[in-house]
Protein backbone atom coordinates (compact mmCIF):
# COMPACT_ATOMS: atom_id res chain seq x y z
CA UNK A 1 0.00 0.00 0.00
CA UNK A 2 1.57 3.53 -0.59
CA UNK A 3 1.33 5.81 1.95
CA UNK A 4 1.23 9.36 1.80
CA UNK A 5 3.93 11.02 3.73
CA UNK A 6 6.00 9.79 0.60
CA UNK A 7 7.05 12.47 -1.94
CA UNK A 8 4.99 13.83 -4.77
CA UNK A 9 8.32 12.83 -6.73
CA UNK A 10 8.57 9.36 -4.77
CA UNK A 11 4.67 8.94 -5.44
CA UNK A 12 5.33 9.38 -9.06
CA UNK A 13 8.13 7.00 -9.91
CA UNK A 14 6.03 3.97 -7.94
CA UNK A 15 2.97 4.50 -10.26
CA UNK A 16 5.53 4.30 -13.38
CA UNK A 17 6.77 1.16 -11.88
CA UNK A 18 2.93 0.05 -11.51
CA UNK A 19 2.33 0.86 -15.15
CA UNK A 20 5.51 -0.57 -16.65
CA UNK A 21 4.33 -4.04 -14.77
CA UNK A 22 2.18 -5.00 -17.39
CA UNK A 23 -0.42 -2.23 -16.16
CA UNK A 24 -1.38 -4.37 -13.21
CA UNK A 25 -2.54 -2.25 -10.30
CA UNK A 26 -1.43 -2.25 -6.70
CA UNK A 27 -4.40 -2.54 -4.55
CA UNK A 28 -3.15 -3.38 -0.84
CA UNK A 29 0.15 -5.40 -0.09
CA UNK A 30 -0.51 -9.23 0.02
CA UNK A 31 0.69 -11.51 2.61
CA UNK A 32 -0.50 -14.91 1.56
CA UNK A 33 1.14 -16.21 5.04
CA UNK A 34 -1.05 -14.11 7.08
CA UNK A 35 -4.05 -13.86 5.13
CA UNK A 36 -5.91 -16.67 6.52
CA UNK A 37 -4.49 -16.50 10.37
CA UNK A 38 -7.48 -16.34 12.32
CA UNK A 39 -7.61 -14.60 15.70
CA UNK A 40 -7.23 -15.87 18.85
CA UNK A 41 -8.31 -13.25 20.97
CA UNK A 42 -9.16 -9.37 20.23
CA UNK A 43 -7.10 -6.62 21.60
CA UNK A 44 -9.50 -4.25 23.51
CA UNK A 45 -6.78 -1.63 24.10
CA UNK A 46 -7.30 0.38 20.70
CA UNK A 47 -10.68 -0.28 19.56
CA UNK A 48 -13.69 1.83 18.77
CA UNK A 49 -16.29 2.84 21.13
CA UNK A 50 -18.62 4.25 18.18
CA UNK A 51 -17.34 4.22 14.85
CA UNK A 52 -18.38 0.94 12.80
CA UNK A 53 -16.19 -2.27 12.69
CA UNK A 54 -16.65 -5.31 12.83
CA UNK A 55 -15.79 -7.73 16.08
CA UNK A 56 -12.52 -8.95 13.94
CA UNK A 57 -10.63 -9.23 11.51
CA UNK A 58 -9.88 -7.01 8.40
CA UNK A 59 -12.32 -4.14 6.62
CA UNK A 60 -11.75 -1.85 4.00
CA UNK A 61 -14.02 -0.28 1.68
CA UNK A 62 -17.40 0.38 2.94
CA UNK A 63 -19.90 -0.73 -0.40
CA UNK A 64 -23.49 0.25 -1.49
CA UNK A 65 -24.67 1.61 1.30
CA UNK A 66 -28.66 2.58 1.04
CA UNK A 67 -31.48 2.70 3.17
CA UNK A 68 -34.44 0.61 1.80
CA UNK A 69 -38.15 -0.36 3.75
CA UNK A 70 -36.82 0.54 7.08
CA UNK A 71 -33.40 0.22 7.10
CA UNK A 72 -29.72 1.15 6.84
CA UNK A 73 -27.54 -1.34 5.03
CA UNK A 74 -23.73 -1.08 5.05
CA UNK A 75 -21.71 -3.75 3.08
CA UNK A 76 -17.74 -3.20 3.48
CA UNK A 77 -15.03 -5.16 2.12
CA UNK A 78 -14.52 -8.15 4.36
CA UNK A 79 -11.85 -10.94 4.81
CA UNK A 80 -13.64 -13.62 7.40
CA UNK A 81 -10.07 -15.36 7.89
CA UNK A 82 -7.71 -12.83 9.26
CA UNK A 83 -6.55 -9.35 9.77
CA UNK A 84 -4.87 -8.38 6.60
CA UNK A 85 -6.22 -7.66 3.29
CA UNK A 86 -7.40 -11.08 1.59
CA UNK A 87 -10.05 -13.59 1.29
CA UNK A 88 -12.84 -10.65 0.59
CA UNK A 89 -16.13 -10.87 0.56
CA UNK A 90 -18.64 -8.17 1.09
CA UNK A 91 -20.29 -8.45 4.82
CA UNK A 92 -23.46 -7.19 5.54
CA UNK A 93 -24.81 -5.27 8.61
CA UNK A 94 -27.98 -3.13 9.06
CA UNK A 95 -29.07 -0.36 11.32
CA UNK A 96 -32.22 1.56 12.69
CA UNK A 97 -30.24 4.61 13.09
CA UNK A 98 -26.78 4.77 11.58
CA UNK A 99 -24.61 4.36 14.65
CA UNK A 100 -26.11 0.94 16.15
CA UNK A 101 -25.40 -2.32 13.81
CA UNK A 102 -26.91 -5.67 13.58
CA UNK A 103 -24.23 -8.02 11.69
CA UNK A 104 -26.00 -10.67 9.11
CA UNK A 105 -25.11 -12.88 6.90
CA UNK A 106 -22.22 -12.28 3.99
CA UNK A 107 -24.26 -10.32 0.82
CA UNK A 108 -21.36 -11.88 -1.36
CA UNK A 109 -18.32 -13.99 -1.98
CA UNK A 110 -16.61 -15.61 -4.75
CA UNK A 111 -19.30 -18.18 -6.34
CA UNK A 112 -19.25 -18.04 -10.02
CA UNK A 113 -17.12 -17.84 -12.92
CA UNK A 114 -17.10 -13.94 -13.96
CA UNK A 115 -16.30 -13.87 -9.49
CA UNK A 116 -14.12 -16.36 -8.83
CA UNK A 117 -11.21 -14.61 -7.77
CA UNK A 118 -13.08 -11.68 -5.74
CA UNK A 119 -16.16 -9.48 -5.24
CA UNK A 120 -14.40 -6.55 -5.28
CA UNK A 121 -16.32 -2.47 -4.56
CA UNK A 122 -19.58 -1.52 -5.68
CA UNK A 123 -22.55 0.56 -5.16
CA UNK A 124 -26.56 -0.31 -4.86
CA UNK A 125 -29.29 1.23 -6.86
CA UNK A 126 -33.32 1.29 -6.11
CA UNK A 127 -34.62 0.48 -8.97
CA UNK A 128 -38.62 0.91 -8.97
CA UNK A 129 -40.06 -2.09 -9.66
CA UNK A 130 -37.39 -4.36 -8.61
CA UNK A 131 -35.80 -3.22 -5.90
CA UNK A 132 -32.54 -3.21 -4.71
CA UNK A 133 -29.90 -4.03 -7.11
CA UNK A 134 -26.30 -4.25 -5.94
CA UNK A 135 -23.24 -3.34 -9.19
CA UNK A 136 -19.75 -4.77 -8.33
CA UNK A 137 -16.54 -5.48 -9.80
CA UNK A 138 -16.00 -9.53 -10.29
CA UNK A 139 -12.35 -10.56 -10.75
CA UNK A 140 -12.70 -13.32 -13.43
CA UNK A 141 -9.50 -14.72 -13.66
CA UNK A 142 -6.13 -15.15 -12.36
CA UNK A 143 -4.80 -12.26 -14.94
CA UNK A 144 -7.31 -10.18 -12.23
CA UNK A 145 -9.57 -8.95 -15.28
CA UNK A 146 -11.97 -7.33 -14.05
CA UNK A 147 -15.46 -7.20 -14.87
CA UNK A 148 -18.94 -5.61 -13.89
CA UNK A 149 -21.62 -7.93 -12.46
CA UNK A 150 -24.95 -7.43 -10.19
CA UNK A 151 -26.78 -9.14 -7.58
CA UNK A 152 -30.27 -8.78 -6.44
CA UNK A 153 -31.92 -10.02 -2.88
CA UNK A 154 -33.69 -13.35 -2.90
CA UNK A 155 -36.66 -12.53 -1.02
CA UNK A 156 -37.56 -8.74 -0.81
CA UNK A 157 -39.81 -9.34 1.92
CA UNK A 158 -36.85 -10.22 4.18
CA UNK A 159 -36.40 -6.91 5.96
CA UNK A 160 -32.80 -7.72 6.47
CA UNK A 161 -31.96 -8.98 3.22
CA UNK A 162 -30.12 -11.57 3.75
CA UNK A 163 -29.20 -13.04 0.66
CA UNK A 164 -28.41 -12.05 -2.62
CA UNK A 165 -28.40 -13.78 -5.53
CA UNK A 166 -26.33 -13.24 -9.10
CA UNK A 167 -28.19 -13.45 -12.06
CA UNK A 168 -26.23 -16.16 -14.46
CA UNK A 169 -28.17 -14.78 -17.61
CA UNK A 170 -27.21 -11.45 -17.55
CA UNK A 171 -23.78 -11.79 -16.00
CA UNK A 172 -21.49 -10.17 -16.03
CA UNK A 173 -23.45 -6.67 -17.46
CA UNK A 174 -20.39 -4.86 -18.78
CA UNK A 175 -16.73 -6.26 -19.91
CA UNK A 176 -14.03 -4.19 -21.27
CA UNK A 177 -13.89 -3.37 -24.60
CA UNK A 178 -11.56 -1.43 -26.14
CA UNK A 179 -9.77 0.54 -25.68
CA UNK A 180 -10.60 0.03 -21.73
CA UNK A 181 -8.25 -1.13 -19.66
CA UNK A 182 -9.85 -4.71 -18.22
CA UNK A 183 -6.87 -4.81 -15.64
CA UNK A 184 -8.28 -1.83 -14.64
CA UNK A 185 -11.51 -1.09 -14.49
CA UNK A 186 -13.89 -1.21 -11.40
CA UNK A 187 -15.85 -0.12 -8.41
CA UNK A 188 -19.14 0.87 -10.32
CA UNK A 189 -20.97 4.06 -9.03
CA UNK A 190 -24.77 3.92 -8.27
CA UNK A 191 -27.17 4.37 -11.38
CA UNK A 192 -29.15 7.49 -11.90
CA UNK A 193 -32.12 7.83 -14.32
CA UNK A 194 -32.73 10.65 -17.07
CA UNK A 195 -35.44 11.79 -18.63
CA UNK A 196 -34.61 10.12 -21.91
CA UNK A 197 -35.48 6.74 -20.37
CA UNK A 198 -31.71 5.09 -19.93
CA UNK A 199 -30.02 4.31 -16.22
CA UNK A 200 -26.02 5.33 -16.49
CA UNK A 201 -23.72 4.41 -14.54
CA UNK A 202 -19.61 5.05 -14.15
CA UNK A 203 -16.92 3.10 -13.44
CA UNK A 204 -13.48 4.05 -12.69
CA UNK A 205 -10.55 2.86 -14.93
CA UNK A 206 -7.29 4.38 -16.11
CA UNK A 207 -5.29 4.74 -19.80
CA UNK A 208 -1.65 4.97 -18.71
CA UNK A 209 -1.42 8.19 -16.59
CA UNK A 210 -4.91 9.57 -17.13
CA UNK A 211 -7.54 9.10 -14.72
CA UNK A 212 -10.80 7.79 -16.67
CA UNK A 213 -14.53 7.46 -15.29
CA UNK A 214 -16.50 5.54 -17.79
CA UNK A 215 -20.09 6.00 -18.70
CA UNK A 216 -22.49 3.01 -19.55
CA UNK A 217 -26.20 3.11 -20.05
CA UNK A 218 -29.14 0.98 -20.25
CA UNK A 219 -32.88 1.15 -20.83
CA UNK A 220 -33.68 -1.99 -18.32
CA UNK A 221 -30.73 -2.44 -15.90
CA UNK A 222 -29.50 -5.20 -17.40
CA UNK A 223 -27.75 -4.81 -21.07
CA UNK A 224 -25.42 -1.80 -20.62
CA UNK A 225 -23.83 0.34 -23.27
CA UNK A 226 -20.68 2.09 -22.99
CA UNK A 227 -21.08 5.84 -24.19
CA UNK A 228 -18.79 7.12 -27.08
CA UNK A 229 -16.83 9.82 -24.84
CA UNK A 230 -15.50 9.21 -21.09
CA UNK A 231 -17.76 11.00 -18.39
CA UNK A 232 -14.75 13.17 -17.48
CA UNK A 233 -10.91 11.89 -17.45
CA UNK A 234 -7.68 13.81 -16.20
CA UNK A 235 -4.01 13.19 -17.23
CA UNK A 236 -1.46 12.78 -14.22
CA UNK A 237 -3.62 11.24 -11.83
CA UNK A 238 -3.72 7.41 -11.99
CA UNK A 239 -6.42 4.98 -11.53
CA UNK A 240 -9.69 6.14 -10.63
CA UNK A 241 -10.87 4.16 -7.75
CA UNK A 242 -14.44 4.65 -6.05
CA UNK A 243 -15.76 7.10 -8.14
CA UNK A 244 -18.92 8.68 -7.18
CA UNK A 245 -20.95 10.97 -8.85
CA UNK A 246 -24.29 12.98 -7.71
CA UNK A 247 -26.03 16.54 -7.33
CA UNK A 248 -26.21 18.91 -5.07
CA UNK A 249 -28.82 21.85 -4.15
CA UNK A 250 -27.79 25.02 -5.09
CA UNK A 251 -30.80 26.11 -2.77
CA UNK A 252 -30.59 23.60 -0.07
CA UNK A 253 -29.07 21.69 2.58
CA UNK A 254 -31.02 19.01 1.82
CA UNK A 255 -29.60 16.14 -0.45
CA UNK A 256 -30.75 14.83 -3.44
CA UNK A 257 -31.17 11.68 -5.49
CA UNK A 258 -28.69 10.68 -7.95
CA UNK A 259 -31.15 11.15 -10.74
CA UNK A 260 -32.11 14.93 -9.74
CA UNK A 261 -30.87 17.30 -12.60
CA UNK A 262 -31.29 20.92 -13.63
CA UNK A 263 -30.62 24.36 -13.38
CA UNK A 264 -30.83 24.35 -9.57
CA UNK A 265 -27.94 21.41 -8.85
CA UNK A 266 -24.43 21.26 -9.12
CA UNK A 267 -22.67 18.06 -9.17
CA UNK A 268 -20.09 16.45 -7.62
CA UNK A 269 -17.49 13.97 -9.05
CA UNK A 270 -14.98 12.41 -6.46
CA UNK A 271 -12.19 9.94 -7.48
CA UNK A 272 -10.12 7.85 -5.31
CA UNK A 273 -6.32 7.92 -6.75
CA UNK A 274 -5.13 4.53 -6.09
CA UNK A 275 -1.20 6.11 -6.43
CA UNK A 276 -1.83 8.58 -3.83
CA UNK A 277 -4.07 6.91 -1.32
CA UNK A 278 -5.98 9.89 -1.11
CA UNK A 279 -9.18 11.17 -2.64
CA UNK A 280 -10.27 14.75 -4.45
CA UNK A 281 -13.46 16.00 -5.44
CA UNK A 282 -14.55 18.63 -7.73
CA UNK A 283 -17.88 20.74 -8.46
CA UNK A 284 -19.35 21.41 -11.90
CA UNK A 285 -21.88 20.62 -14.23
CA UNK A 286 -23.37 17.66 -15.88
CA UNK A 287 -24.30 18.08 -19.43
CA UNK A 288 -26.67 15.56 -20.21
CA UNK A 289 -27.07 16.08 -23.84
CA UNK A 290 -23.40 15.19 -24.06
CA UNK A 291 -22.87 12.62 -20.93
CA UNK A 292 -19.78 15.18 -20.57
CA UNK A 293 -19.36 16.27 -16.73
CA UNK A 294 -17.03 19.84 -16.52
CA UNK A 295 -15.80 20.84 -13.49
CA UNK A 296 -16.15 24.79 -12.30
CA UNK A 297 -13.08 26.93 -12.51
CA UNK A 298 -12.61 27.16 -8.52
CA UNK A 299 -12.15 23.06 -8.69
CA UNK A 300 -8.53 22.22 -8.71
CA UNK A 301 -9.06 19.01 -11.05
CA UNK A 302 -5.88 16.74 -10.19
CA UNK A 303 -3.95 15.40 -7.45
CA UNK A 304 -3.92 18.68 -5.13
CA UNK A 305 -7.95 19.38 -5.75
CA UNK A 306 -10.52 19.47 -2.76
CA UNK A 307 -10.92 16.71 -1.01
CA UNK A 308 -13.63 15.29 1.91
CA UNK A 309 -11.03 14.42 4.58
CA UNK A 310 -7.46 15.58 4.80
CA UNK A 311 -6.31 12.69 6.76
CA UNK A 312 -6.63 8.52 6.66
CA UNK A 313 -9.69 8.20 4.48
CA UNK A 314 -10.41 6.75 1.13
CA UNK A 315 -12.23 4.60 -0.63
CA UNK A 316 -15.66 6.45 0.33
CA UNK A 317 -19.10 5.97 -0.83
CA UNK A 318 -22.41 7.88 -0.28
CA UNK A 319 -26.19 7.36 -1.08
CA UNK A 320 -29.26 9.09 -0.83
CA UNK A 321 -31.26 8.72 2.29
CA UNK A 322 -34.94 9.33 1.36
CA UNK A 323 -35.95 9.30 4.87
CA UNK A 324 -34.59 12.43 6.23
CA UNK A 325 -33.94 13.81 2.59
CA UNK A 326 -29.76 13.93 2.78
CA UNK A 327 -26.62 12.56 1.25
CA UNK A 328 -24.50 10.71 3.36
CA UNK A 329 -20.99 9.43 3.06
CA UNK A 330 -19.24 6.86 4.47
CA UNK A 331 -15.42 6.51 4.46
CA UNK A 332 -13.00 3.93 5.07
CA UNK A 333 -10.22 4.47 7.52
CA UNK A 334 -7.39 2.22 7.54
CA UNK A 335 -4.36 1.23 10.31
CA UNK A 336 -1.46 2.84 10.97
CA UNK A 337 0.47 0.07 12.50
CA UNK A 338 2.03 -3.03 11.35
CA UNK A 339 0.79 -6.00 10.08
CA UNK A 340 2.06 -8.32 12.48
CA UNK A 341 0.05 -5.65 15.09
CA UNK A 342 -2.79 -6.11 12.70
CA UNK A 343 -2.59 -9.58 13.44
CA UNK A 344 -1.42 -9.35 17.05
CA UNK A 345 -4.63 -7.71 18.06
CA UNK A 346 -6.88 -9.48 15.50
CA UNK A 347 -8.59 -6.41 13.50
CA UNK A 348 -7.63 -4.18 11.04
CA UNK A 349 -9.68 -1.15 9.91
CA UNK A 350 -12.72 0.89 10.77
CA UNK A 351 -15.14 3.12 9.06
CA UNK A 352 -15.39 6.78 9.85
CA UNK A 353 -18.66 8.20 10.78
CA UNK A 354 -21.22 8.84 8.75
CA UNK A 355 -21.18 12.29 7.43
CA UNK A 356 -23.78 14.50 5.88
CA UNK A 357 -23.14 16.32 2.83
CA UNK A 358 -24.55 19.50 1.34
CA UNK A 359 -22.83 22.74 -0.73
CA UNK A 360 -21.25 25.26 1.10
CA UNK A 361 -22.89 28.20 0.50
CA UNK A 362 -19.94 29.87 -0.97
CA UNK A 363 -20.38 27.49 -3.90
CA UNK A 364 -16.60 26.72 -4.63
CA UNK A 365 -16.64 23.41 -1.79
CA UNK A 366 -18.45 20.65 0.17
CA UNK A 367 -19.34 20.70 3.91
CA UNK A 368 -19.56 17.53 5.79
CA UNK A 369 -21.11 16.88 9.12
CA UNK A 370 -21.30 13.96 11.69
CA UNK A 371 -24.76 12.40 10.86
CA UNK A 372 -27.37 14.03 13.64
CA UNK A 373 -27.89 10.28 15.20
CA UNK A 374 -24.12 10.87 16.28
CA UNK A 375 -25.45 12.78 19.33
CA UNK A 376 -27.85 10.29 20.98
CA UNK A 377 -24.68 8.77 21.86
CA UNK A 378 -24.24 11.90 23.90
CA UNK A 379 -23.57 11.47 28.02
CA UNK A 380 -22.03 14.03 30.74
CA UNK A 381 -21.59 17.20 29.62
CA UNK A 382 -18.83 19.73 30.54
CA UNK A 383 -18.81 23.42 29.75
CA UNK A 384 -16.25 26.14 29.55
CA UNK A 385 -17.07 29.61 28.40
CA UNK A 386 -15.03 32.80 27.93
CA UNK A 387 -11.48 32.10 29.00
CA UNK A 388 -8.73 33.60 27.77
CA UNK A 389 -5.53 31.62 26.39
CA UNK A 390 -2.32 33.51 26.70
CA UNK A 391 0.93 32.35 24.86
CA UNK A 392 2.15 28.69 25.85
CA UNK A 393 -1.40 28.68 28.33
CA UNK A 394 -2.84 25.05 27.96
CA UNK A 395 -6.09 24.22 30.20
CA UNK A 396 -7.37 20.73 30.73
CA UNK A 397 -10.77 19.48 30.10
CA UNK A 398 -12.35 17.83 32.70
CA UNK A 399 -15.09 16.20 33.87
CA UNK A 400 -15.42 13.61 30.57
CA UNK A 401 -14.14 10.37 29.62
CA UNK A 402 -11.14 11.86 27.36
CA UNK A 403 -10.70 8.63 25.17
CA UNK A 404 -14.27 7.97 24.10
CA UNK A 405 -15.62 11.71 23.86
CA UNK A 406 -17.08 14.19 21.80
CA UNK A 407 -15.78 18.37 21.86
CA UNK A 408 -16.66 21.43 20.57
CA UNK A 409 -15.06 24.34 21.02
CA UNK A 410 -15.44 28.08 19.63
CA UNK A 411 -12.20 30.11 19.28
CA UNK A 412 -12.13 33.97 18.81
CA UNK A 413 -9.21 35.91 17.23
CA UNK A 414 -9.20 39.30 19.31
CA UNK A 415 -6.30 40.61 16.56
CA UNK A 416 -4.82 39.46 13.37
CA UNK A 417 -2.01 42.31 13.41
CA UNK A 418 0.81 39.59 14.51
CA UNK A 419 -0.28 36.92 11.66
CA UNK A 420 2.94 35.49 9.98
CA UNK A 421 3.44 36.45 6.38
CA UNK A 422 2.15 33.53 4.47
CA UNK A 423 4.75 31.81 2.09
CA UNK A 424 3.20 31.79 -1.71
CA UNK A 425 5.75 28.14 -1.85
CA UNK A 426 3.11 26.92 0.60
CA UNK A 427 1.16 25.11 -1.52
CA UNK A 428 1.11 21.63 0.28
CA UNK A 429 -0.96 22.03 3.64
CA UNK A 430 0.46 18.93 4.69
CA UNK A 431 4.07 19.86 4.89
CA UNK A 432 3.14 23.47 6.19
CA UNK A 433 1.88 21.29 9.33
CA UNK A 434 5.21 19.38 9.32
CA UNK A 435 7.29 22.41 9.05
CA UNK A 436 5.37 24.85 11.72
CA UNK A 437 3.98 22.07 14.59
CA UNK A 438 1.91 22.35 17.46
CA UNK A 439 4.63 23.56 19.66
CA UNK A 440 6.11 26.45 16.90
CA UNK A 441 5.45 29.95 18.29
CA UNK A 442 3.89 31.57 15.85
CA UNK A 443 1.47 34.84 15.70
CA UNK A 444 -1.81 33.93 15.78
CA UNK A 445 -1.66 30.13 16.27
CA UNK A 446 -1.01 27.67 16.64
CA UNK A 447 -4.05 27.16 19.16
CA UNK A 448 -6.46 23.98 19.28
CA UNK A 449 -6.88 20.86 21.05
CA UNK A 450 -4.55 18.22 22.54
CA UNK A 451 -6.20 15.05 22.66
CA UNK A 452 -5.51 11.85 23.57
CA UNK A 453 -2.74 13.10 25.81
CA UNK A 454 -1.07 11.90 28.37
CA UNK A 455 -0.86 13.65 31.79
CA UNK A 456 3.47 14.57 31.33
CA UNK A 457 2.59 15.20 27.42
CA UNK A 458 5.02 12.46 26.52
CA UNK A 459 2.28 11.41 24.13
CA UNK A 460 -0.27 13.70 22.46
CA UNK A 461 -2.08 14.52 19.41
CA UNK A 462 -2.50 17.95 18.46
CA UNK A 463 -5.65 19.16 16.54
CA UNK A 464 -4.95 23.03 15.75
CA UNK A 465 -5.32 25.60 13.81
CA UNK A 466 -2.47 28.38 12.38
CA UNK A 467 -3.50 31.94 10.61
CA UNK A 468 -1.24 33.91 8.26
CA UNK A 469 -1.63 36.81 6.46
CA UNK A 470 -1.66 37.19 2.60
CA UNK A 471 -1.30 39.95 0.05
CA UNK A 472 -5.06 40.05 -0.02
CA UNK A 473 -6.50 37.84 2.58
CA UNK A 474 -5.24 35.58 5.70
CA UNK A 475 -4.72 32.32 4.84
CA UNK A 476 -6.01 29.46 7.46
CA UNK A 477 -4.26 26.30 8.30
CA UNK A 478 -5.68 23.01 10.33
CA UNK A 479 -3.75 20.53 11.07
CA UNK A 480 -3.27 17.60 13.24
CA UNK A 481 -0.38 15.76 14.34
CA UNK A 482 0.59 12.28 15.12
CA UNK A 483 4.30 12.63 15.09
CA UNK A 484 4.09 12.32 19.47
CA UNK A 485 0.73 10.61 19.43
CA UNK A 486 2.51 7.30 20.61
CA UNK A 487 5.40 6.03 22.13
CA UNK A 488 5.37 3.50 19.91
CA UNK A 489 8.12 3.92 17.45
CA UNK A 490 7.37 1.40 14.41
CA UNK A 491 3.71 3.09 13.20
CA UNK A 492 2.79 5.17 10.44
CA UNK A 493 2.84 9.11 12.51
CA UNK A 494 2.16 11.51 9.95
CA UNK A 495 1.31 14.93 9.75
CA UNK A 496 -1.92 15.60 7.80
CA UNK A 497 -2.82 19.00 7.17
CA UNK A 498 -5.49 21.43 5.17
CA UNK A 499 -6.40 24.82 4.06
CA UNK A 500 -9.85 26.32 5.66
CA UNK A 501 -11.70 28.99 3.12
CA UNK A 502 -13.26 31.23 5.89
CA UNK A 503 -13.14 34.45 5.78
CA UNK A 504 -11.76 36.16 9.13
CA UNK A 505 -12.04 39.33 8.70
CA UNK A 506 -16.22 39.36 8.74
CA UNK A 507 -16.00 37.50 12.41
CA UNK A 508 -12.66 36.51 13.73
CA UNK A 509 -14.09 33.18 14.92
CA UNK A 510 -13.60 29.81 13.65
CA UNK A 511 -14.63 26.05 15.15
CA UNK A 512 -13.25 23.26 15.69
CA UNK A 513 -14.84 19.64 16.71
CA UNK A 514 -13.40 16.71 17.44
CA UNK A 515 -14.62 13.01 17.79
CA UNK A 516 -12.25 11.46 19.78
CA UNK A 517 -12.56 7.16 19.99
CA UNK A 518 -9.79 5.40 21.78
CA UNK A 519 -7.68 5.14 18.48
CA UNK A 520 -9.17 7.90 16.27
CA UNK A 521 -9.39 11.60 15.91
CA UNK A 522 -11.83 13.05 13.60
CA UNK A 523 -11.92 16.42 13.90
CA UNK A 524 -14.37 18.89 11.76
CA UNK A 525 -12.95 22.21 11.33
CA UNK A 526 -15.35 25.81 10.42
CA UNK A 527 -18.05 23.72 10.39
CA UNK A 528 -17.42 21.39 7.82
CA UNK A 529 -15.43 22.59 5.77
CA UNK A 530 -12.15 20.86 6.29
CA UNK A 531 -11.99 17.58 7.97
CA UNK A 532 -9.15 15.07 9.44
CA UNK A 533 -9.13 11.84 10.57
CA UNK A 534 -6.23 10.20 12.36
CA UNK A 535 -5.44 6.90 12.84
CA UNK A 536 -3.12 6.96 16.36
CA UNK A 537 -1.84 4.18 19.31
CA UNK A 538 -1.19 5.52 22.45
CA UNK A 539 0.93 3.40 24.93
CA UNK A 540 0.15 5.74 28.00
CA UNK A 541 -3.01 7.98 27.00
CA UNK A 542 -5.37 5.15 27.11
CA UNK A 543 -8.41 4.70 28.75
CA UNK A 544 -8.70 6.04 31.84
CA UNK A 545 -4.93 7.27 31.36
CA UNK A 546 -5.85 10.03 28.78
CA UNK A 547 -6.11 13.51 28.60
CA UNK A 548 -7.50 16.52 27.05
CA UNK A 549 -6.33 19.90 27.05
CA UNK A 550 -7.02 23.30 24.98
CA UNK A 551 -4.00 25.44 23.98
CA UNK A 552 -1.95 28.30 22.44
CA UNK A 553 1.49 28.33 21.45
CA UNK A 554 0.97 32.08 19.65
CA UNK A 555 2.13 35.26 21.44
CA UNK A 556 -1.22 36.30 20.37
CA UNK A 557 -4.13 35.55 23.55
CA UNK A 558 -6.52 33.93 21.83
CA UNK A 559 -10.26 33.36 24.25
CA UNK A 560 -12.05 30.42 24.18
CA UNK A 561 -15.60 31.61 23.71
CA UNK A 562 -17.05 28.40 23.85
CA UNK A 563 -16.65 24.97 24.85
CA UNK A 564 -18.63 21.80 25.37
CA UNK A 565 -17.65 18.41 25.76
CA UNK A 566 -19.36 15.20 26.07
CA UNK A 567 -18.73 11.41 27.40
CA UNK A 568 -19.48 9.22 24.16
CA UNK A 569 -21.71 5.75 24.89
CA UNK A 570 -20.41 2.69 22.87
CA UNK A 571 -22.46 1.87 19.90
CA UNK A 572 -23.98 -1.46 19.45
CA UNK A 573 -22.16 -2.52 16.62
CA UNK A 574 -22.07 -5.84 15.16
Known sequence: ??????????????????????????????????????????????????????????????????????????????NPNGSVWGNIVWAHSVSKDLINWEAVEHALYPSKSFDKYGCWSGSATIVPGIGPVIQYTGIADEKQTQVQCYAI?????????????????????VVADNPVNGSAFRDP???????????????????????????YRSKDFKKWVRSKHPLHSRKDTGMWECPDFYPVSLKSNLGLDASADGNQTKHVLKNSLDVTRYEYYTLGTYRRDKDRYVPDKTSEDGWGGLRYDYGNFYASKSFFDPSKNRRVIWGWANESDTKEDDVRKGWAGIQAIPRTVWLDPNQRQLLLWPVEELNNLRGKEVNMNNQKLEKG???????????????????????????????????????????????VEGGVGPFGILTLASEKLEEFTPVFFRIFKDK??????????????????????????????????????????????H??????????????????????????????????????????????GWDMKSAQIN
Open 472 to 517: KKHVILMCSDARRSSLKGDLYKPTFGGFVDLDLTKDKKISLRSLID
Open 153 to 173: PEDLKDPHLRKWVKPDDSNPF
Open 1 to 78: MVFPEFSTTFLFLLWLLLVINNGVEAFHKIYPHLQSVSTISVGTQHRTGYHFQPRKHWINDPNGPMYFNGFYHLFYQY
Open 519 to 564: SVVESFGAGGKTIILSRVYPQLAVLKQAHLFVFNNGTEPITMEKLK
Open 189 to 215: TTAWWSKDGHWRIVVGSRRKDRGVAYM
Open 393 to 439: EKVEVKGITAAQADLEVEFSIPSLEKAETYDDKWVDAQEACANKGSN
